[in-house]
């Protein structure tokens, strides 16, 4: 490899500024984004060994997990936007090959046909989550903006056909975040006020379409959310159960003193509802901090995003920020009955490295934004 093309691929130095400063930087790693991360991380671990029952195992586990995508976030802070660009659509179809792949010899578990074991087990949807607003940006980042509709339409299709995909296995949850992602990229790309319109219109009858494929269990969890008190000990179970244990944590309850999740009341509390664990034991306290930082983390992406020396940089942690905010709303408004219960994980704090890793690499991509921001000649 030529010395232009090792530059291009892991970027060029900056003049050292000394100290902690000099050496993040050397590694391209953004400070305050780093910070905000490692403490929501350090928050979930406390609430995590609470909600696993104080198994030492499960959490060592977790910390694994953790290390792990902590060093793939390192390994992707090194990749130029450029180098990620060129190999932008090979990844996609790289990840569309793989979602073929499970619905064909895919495993099966609880009536879902999402992993994929080829010596390594995981869900090669997690890969589509990045995959897809880094194809959006992609496509759009040499074309003239605000998109014209034949545009519009080639990305459409970017987006529709993973999600398709993924929502066959089934994961609609999934599959609905990953279109959000796509669509966000088309937001930000500058898509006028009118065209926003018709398409919100046009989600109405899209809507009663969405319906008719769905299963029979998830059209249950849309109606419980009307109404949970119909079924209290079925389908109502995990929103009423969730609802006592938020409700019971006044300003600050105590660590591991949760009754709810302690006496195995509350269900899944150690993935897709674990805010409801931090809500009893840490109380209000605990919620406005994972908030607050959640805030943090989020603004620091878009000012990354805002500060992005091309079109490509800027759609792409623009949509890695706000969909960031999407995984982080969609869980605790499912958790406090708002939206129905559709299987996302708190990110960061849940149980599981599959997503942790994912939401890392964006992390590292960010970060890999933000270095060569200021690599550019003011």
Known sequence: MRFSDSHQLFGGSEKPIGGVGSVLSRMNIDGP??????????????????????????WLQQCIRLIVALVTMLIVAQLSPDFLRRWTPWGYLAGLVLLIL??????????AQRWLNIGIRFQPAEIMKLAVPMMAAWYLHDRQLPPKGSDLLVVAVLIVVPTVLIARQPDLGTALLIAMAGGLV?????LSVRVMLVL?????????????????????????LLNPDSDPLGAGYNIIQSKIAIGSGGLFEGWTNGSQAQLEFLPERDTDFIFAVMGE?????????????????????????????????R??????????????????????????????????VSYGGTSMVTLMAGFGILMSIHHHRKLLPH
Not at 37 to 55: M, P, T
Not at 322 to 344: K, Q
């Open 33 to 58: 984004l780093l910070g905000g991360v490692l403490l929501v991380c350090a928050l979930g671990l406390v609430v995590l060994y609470s909600a696993i029952a104080q198994n030492a195992d499960l």
């Open 102 to 111: 499970v619905l064909v010899i895919g495993e099966a578990s609880q009536g």
């Open 186 to 190: 088309i937001i930000l790309a500058g």
């Open 200 to 224: 919100s219109v046009s989600s109405i009858p899209g809507s009663y379409v969405l319906w008719q494929f769905m299963q029979d269990y998830q059209k249950q969890r849309v109606l419980t």
């Open 281 to 313: 034991e840490l109380g209000l306290l605990g919620v406005l901090s994972l908030l607050g930082l959640y805030l943090f983390v989020i603004a620091r992406g878009l000012m990354i995003a805002v500060q992005a020396h091309d079109t490509y940089s």
């Open 315 to 348: 759609l792409l942690a623009g949509s890695i920020s706000l969909t960031f905010f999407v995984y982080v709303f969609v869980n605790t408004a499912m958790v406090t009955g708002l939206v129905p219960v559709v299987g996302i994980p708190l990110p960061l």
